[in-house]
């Protein structure tokens, strides 16, 4: 076997076993902040809301700052953008995972052979 063909088929399976733990530690993280219960995301407190109504031409003009349920509504928008964000973290592990285990296993079973 040329050295060339042994060089790719390890660095192949260095980059896609570094793939497989990358995944799994994002992985793992993501479990113990869910088990453990931990916030995952921060996000800066609200600024208070001054909800003096402005007036154009003798007409108020309502403003979605001035909403009485505005605060409500964000950290439910907030809290429902973290959920939908770890499960995209979740995602993103196992698609590491999975395709990262044929690929790794695949070349290092050829370059075990061919050594």
Same mark, same amino acid.
């Given at each position: 076997?040329?050295?060339?063909k042994?060089?790719?088929?390890?660095?192949v399976s260095?980059?896609? +076993?570094?793939?497989?733990?990358?995944?799994?530690?994002? +992985?793992?993280?993501?479990?113990?902040?869910?088990? +453990?219960n931990a916030?995952?995301y921060?996000?800066?407190?609200m600024?208070?809301?001054?909800?003096?109504?402005?007036?154009?031409?003798?007409?108020?003009?309502k403003?979605?700052?001035c909403?009485?349920?505005?605060q409500?509504?964000?950290?439910?928008?907030?809290?429902?953008?973290?959920?939908?964000?770890?499960?995209?973290?979740?995602a993103?592990?196992?698609?590491?995972?999975?395709?990262?285990?044929?690929?790794?296993?695949y070349h290092?079973? +050829?370059a075990?052979?061919?050594?």
């Amino acid at each position: 076997m040329t050295w060339i063909k042994k060089a790719y088929l390890y660095v192949v399976s260095l980059v896609s +076993l570094i793939i497989i733990m990358v995944g799994a530690i994002t +992985l793992l993280n993501m479990g113990l902040k869910i088990l +453990l219960n931990a916030e995952e995301y921060y996000s800066y407190p609200m600024m208070a809301v001054n909800c003096q109504v402005p007036v154009e031409k003798g007409v108020a003009v309502k403003t979605t700052e001035c909403d009485p349920d505005y605060q409500i509504k964000q950290q439910e928008y907030e809290k429902k953008n973290q959920q939908q964000q770890r499960k995209r973290d979740i995602a993103q592990s196992l698609a590491m995972i999975i395709v990262g285990t044929p690929v790794f296993y695949y070349h290092w079973k +050829l370059a075990r052979k061919e050594a």
